[in-house]
T-cell receptor, first 109, second 115 residues
Framework: GIQVEQSPPDLILQEGANSTLRCNFS?????LQWFHQNPWGQLINLFY???GTKQNGRLSATTVATERYSLLYISSSQTTDSGVYFC???????????FGAGTTVTVRA | KAGVTQTPRYLIKTRGQQVTLSCSPI?????VSWYQQTPGQGLQFLFE???????NKGNFPGRFSGRQFSNSRSEMNVSTLELGDSALYLC??????????????FGPGTRLTVL
Protein backbone atom coordinates (compact mmCIF):
# COMPACT_ATOMS: atom_id res chain seq x y z
CA GLY A 1 0.00 0.00 0.00
CA ILE A 2 0.92 3.65 -0.09
CA GLN A 3 3.23 4.97 2.64
CA VAL A 4 2.30 8.23 4.38
CA GLU A 5 4.92 9.80 6.63
CA GLN A 6 4.26 12.80 8.82
CA SER A 7 6.84 14.94 10.56
CA PRO A 8 7.58 15.92 13.19
CA PRO A 9 5.80 13.33 15.35
CA ASP A 10 5.48 15.82 18.20
CA LEU A 11 5.52 19.60 18.35
CA ILE A 12 5.36 21.87 21.38
CA LEU A 13 4.57 25.50 20.70
CA GLN A 14 4.20 28.66 22.71
CA GLU A 15 0.94 30.48 22.07
CA GLY A 16 1.38 32.88 19.17
CA ALA A 17 4.10 30.86 17.43
CA ASN A 18 3.98 29.66 13.84
CA SER A 19 4.65 26.10 12.70
CA THR A 20 4.86 23.84 9.66
CA LEU A 21 3.77 20.21 9.53
CA ARG A 22 4.87 17.96 6.69
CA CYS A 23 3.31 14.97 4.96
CA ASN A 24 5.27 12.83 2.48
CA PHE A 25 3.63 10.09 0.44
CA SER A 26 5.11 7.33 -1.65
CA UNK A 27 2.86 7.17 -4.72
CA UNK A 28 0.64 9.27 -6.98
CA UNK A 29 -2.60 10.31 -5.32
CA UNK A 30 -6.12 11.32 -6.33
CA UNK A 31 -6.56 13.50 -3.31
CA LEU A 32 -5.11 14.51 0.03
CA GLN A 33 -6.95 15.66 3.14
CA TRP A 34 -5.77 17.20 6.41
CA PHE A 35 -7.64 16.54 9.65
CA HIS A 36 -7.42 17.76 13.22
CA GLN A 37 -8.34 15.39 16.05
CA ASN A 38 -9.15 17.20 19.27
CA PRO A 39 -8.40 15.77 22.72
CA TRP A 40 -11.92 14.27 22.84
CA GLY A 41 -11.31 12.25 19.70
CA GLN A 42 -13.38 14.24 17.20
CA LEU A 43 -11.80 14.42 13.75
CA ILE A 44 -12.42 17.64 11.84
CA ASN A 45 -11.63 18.04 8.18
CA LEU A 46 -9.34 21.01 7.62
CA PHE A 47 -8.52 20.84 3.93
CA TYR A 48 -9.28 18.80 0.84
CA UNK A 49 -6.20 19.63 -1.19
CA UNK A 50 -4.98 17.28 -3.95
CA UNK A 51 -2.78 20.08 -5.28
CA GLY A 52 -2.14 23.78 -4.90
CA THR A 53 -2.59 26.06 -1.90
CA LYS A 54 -5.61 26.81 0.28
CA GLN A 55 -6.12 29.03 3.28
CA ASN A 56 -8.69 28.97 6.04
CA GLY A 57 -8.16 31.60 8.70
CA ARG A 58 -4.88 30.97 10.50
CA LEU A 59 -4.37 27.67 8.71
CA SER A 60 -3.10 27.13 5.22
CA ALA A 61 -1.98 24.09 3.25
CA THR A 62 0.08 23.44 0.18
CA THR A 63 0.31 20.19 -1.78
CA VAL A 64 2.97 19.59 -4.41
CA ALA A 65 1.65 16.38 -5.93
CA THR A 66 4.50 15.99 -8.42
CA GLU A 67 6.99 15.93 -5.54
CA ARG A 68 4.70 13.87 -3.28
CA TYR A 69 4.42 16.10 -0.25
CA SER A 70 2.05 18.46 1.50
CA LEU A 71 2.59 21.12 4.14
CA LEU A 72 0.20 22.44 6.77
CA TYR A 73 0.95 25.87 8.21
CA ILE A 74 -0.39 27.04 11.56
CA SER A 75 0.09 30.74 12.23
CA SER A 76 -0.37 32.59 15.54
CA SER A 77 -1.12 29.30 17.29
CA GLN A 78 -3.73 29.15 20.05
CA THR A 79 -4.27 26.59 22.80
CA THR A 80 -7.33 25.35 20.92
CA ASP A 81 -5.00 24.25 18.10
CA SER A 82 -3.70 21.47 20.34
CA GLY A 83 -4.43 17.93 19.21
CA VAL A 84 -3.27 15.52 16.54
CA TYR A 85 -3.04 16.55 12.91
CA PHE A 86 -3.46 13.79 10.35
CA CYS A 87 -2.69 13.72 6.68
CA UNK A 88 -4.66 11.19 4.60
CA UNK A 89 -4.20 10.31 0.95
CA UNK A 90 -6.06 8.32 -1.65
CA UNK A 91 -3.76 6.51 -4.04
CA UNK A 92 -4.84 6.71 -7.68
CA UNK A 93 -7.54 4.12 -8.46
CA UNK A 94 -7.60 2.98 -4.83
CA UNK A 95 -10.69 4.89 -3.61
CA UNK A 96 -9.85 4.70 0.09
CA UNK A 97 -7.95 6.95 2.44
CA UNK A 98 -4.63 5.94 4.00
CA PHE A 99 -3.67 7.94 7.07
CA GLY A 100 -0.30 9.00 8.36
CA ALA A 101 0.63 8.45 12.00
CA GLY A 102 -0.10 12.07 12.83
CA THR A 103 1.68 15.03 14.40
CA THR A 104 0.77 15.73 18.02
CA VAL A 105 0.72 19.48 18.60
CA THR A 106 0.69 20.99 22.08
CA VAL A 107 0.23 24.75 22.35
CA ARG A 108 1.14 26.20 25.72
CA ALA A 109 -0.32 29.46 27.06
CA LYS B 1 -27.39 20.37 9.06
CA ALA B 2 -26.88 17.84 11.79
CA GLY B 3 -23.48 16.17 11.78
CA VAL B 4 -22.60 12.50 11.64
CA THR B 5 -23.95 10.62 14.64
CA GLN B 6 -22.72 7.33 16.04
CA THR B 7 -24.29 5.09 18.64
CA PRO B 8 -23.47 3.92 21.15
CA ARG B 9 -20.60 6.17 22.22
CA TYR B 10 -19.09 3.61 24.59
CA LEU B 11 -19.29 -0.16 24.75
CA ILE B 12 -17.76 -2.80 26.95
CA LYS B 13 -17.87 -6.38 25.74
CA THR B 14 -16.14 -9.64 26.59
CA ARG B 15 -14.10 -11.86 24.29
CA GLY B 16 -16.20 -14.03 22.02
CA GLN B 17 -19.23 -11.73 22.00
CA GLN B 18 -20.38 -9.80 18.98
CA VAL B 19 -21.16 -6.10 18.66
CA THR B 20 -23.10 -3.84 16.29
CA LEU B 21 -22.28 -0.17 15.86
CA SER B 22 -24.50 2.35 14.11
CA CYS B 23 -23.76 5.46 12.05
CA SER B 24 -26.16 8.06 10.66
CA PRO B 25 -24.57 10.24 7.96
CA ILE B 26 -25.13 13.90 7.25
CA UNK B 27 -28.41 14.37 5.42
CA UNK B 28 -27.84 13.99 1.66
CA UNK B 29 -24.58 12.08 2.03
CA UNK B 30 -24.76 8.65 0.44
CA UNK B 31 -21.28 7.37 1.22
CA VAL B 32 -20.37 6.01 4.65
CA SER B 33 -16.87 4.83 5.55
CA TRP B 34 -15.71 3.09 8.70
CA TYR B 35 -12.28 3.36 10.32
CA GLN B 36 -10.60 1.72 13.28
CA GLN B 37 -8.22 3.77 15.41
CA THR B 38 -5.79 2.14 17.85
CA PRO B 39 -2.62 3.45 19.51
CA GLY B 40 -0.54 0.79 17.80
CA GLN B 41 -1.93 0.76 14.26
CA GLY B 42 -3.29 4.29 13.99
CA LEU B 43 -6.26 5.03 11.74
CA GLN B 44 -7.11 2.18 9.39
CA PHE B 45 -9.81 1.97 6.74
CA LEU B 46 -12.35 -0.80 7.29
CA PHE B 47 -14.88 -0.41 4.46
CA GLU B 48 -17.03 2.04 2.54
CA UNK B 49 -20.67 1.78 1.53
CA UNK B 50 -22.44 3.73 -1.18
CA UNK B 51 -26.06 3.22 -2.19
CA UNK B 52 -26.29 0.09 -0.03
CA UNK B 53 -23.30 -1.53 -1.75
CA UNK B 54 -19.82 -2.07 -0.38
CA UNK B 55 -17.61 0.02 -2.62
CA ASN B 56 -14.26 -0.78 -1.04
CA LYS B 57 -12.79 -2.66 1.88
CA GLY B 58 -9.58 -2.63 3.87
CA ASN B 59 -7.44 -5.47 5.14
CA PHE B 60 -9.50 -6.74 8.03
CA PRO B 61 -10.68 -10.31 8.75
CA GLY B 62 -14.16 -11.46 7.83
CA ARG B 63 -15.27 -10.99 11.45
CA PHE B 64 -15.71 -7.34 10.51
CA SER B 65 -18.72 -6.71 8.35
CA GLY B 66 -21.07 -3.90 7.54
CA ARG B 67 -24.15 -2.87 5.70
CA GLN B 68 -25.98 0.22 4.57
CA PHE B 69 -29.69 0.84 4.52
CA SER B 70 -31.80 2.68 1.96
CA ASN B 71 -31.74 5.84 4.12
CA SER B 72 -27.88 5.73 4.02
CA ARG B 73 -27.58 4.79 7.68
CA SER B 74 -24.89 2.19 8.19
CA GLU B 75 -24.05 -0.49 10.70
CA MET B 76 -20.89 -2.42 11.28
CA ASN B 77 -20.69 -5.70 13.08
CA VAL B 78 -17.75 -7.43 14.72
CA SER B 79 -18.25 -11.07 15.61
CA THR B 80 -16.23 -13.24 17.99
CA LEU B 81 -14.57 -10.26 19.63
CA GLU B 82 -10.87 -10.38 20.47
CA LEU B 83 -8.91 -8.24 22.90
CA GLY B 84 -7.20 -6.57 19.94
CA ASP B 85 -10.54 -5.25 18.68
CA SER B 86 -10.53 -2.68 21.48
CA ALA B 87 -10.42 0.60 19.60
CA LEU B 88 -12.15 3.81 18.65
CA TYR B 89 -14.41 3.08 15.68
CA LEU B 90 -15.03 6.11 13.53
CA CYS B 91 -17.62 6.61 10.86
CA UNK B 92 -17.35 9.24 8.14
CA UNK B 93 -19.83 10.39 5.54
CA UNK B 94 -19.31 12.16 2.24
CA UNK B 95 -21.21 13.22 -0.85
CA UNK B 96 -19.17 11.07 -3.25
CA UNK B 97 -19.84 13.04 -6.42
CA UNK B 98 -17.19 11.25 -8.46
CA UNK B 99 -15.08 8.13 -8.31
CA UNK B 100 -12.49 9.26 -5.79
CA UNK B 101 -13.02 9.96 -2.12
CA UNK B 102 -14.73 13.23 -1.27
CA UNK B 103 -14.27 15.36 1.84
CA UNK B 104 -14.85 13.09 4.81
CA UNK B 105 -16.98 14.29 7.75
CA PHE B 106 -16.40 12.22 10.85
CA GLY B 107 -18.69 11.27 13.69
CA PRO B 108 -17.61 11.34 17.35
CA GLY B 109 -16.75 7.63 17.34
CA THR B 110 -17.67 4.59 19.38
CA ARG B 111 -15.09 3.50 21.92
CA LEU B 112 -15.17 -0.29 22.21
CA THR B 113 -13.42 -2.05 25.06
CA VAL B 114 -13.10 -5.83 24.93
CA LEU B 115 -12.36 -7.55 28.24
Amino acid sequence: GIQVEQSPPDLILQEGANSTLRCNFSDSVNNLQWFHQNPWGQLINLFYIPSGTKQNGRLSATTVATERYSLLYISSSQTTDSGVYFCAVERKNDYKLSFGAGTTVTVRA
Amino acid sequence: KAGVTQTPRYLIKTRGQQVTLSCSPISGHRSVSWYQQTPGQGLQFLFEYFSETQRNKGNFPGRFSGRQFSNSRSEMNVSTLELGDSALYLCASSLLTGGSTDTQYFGPGTRLTVL
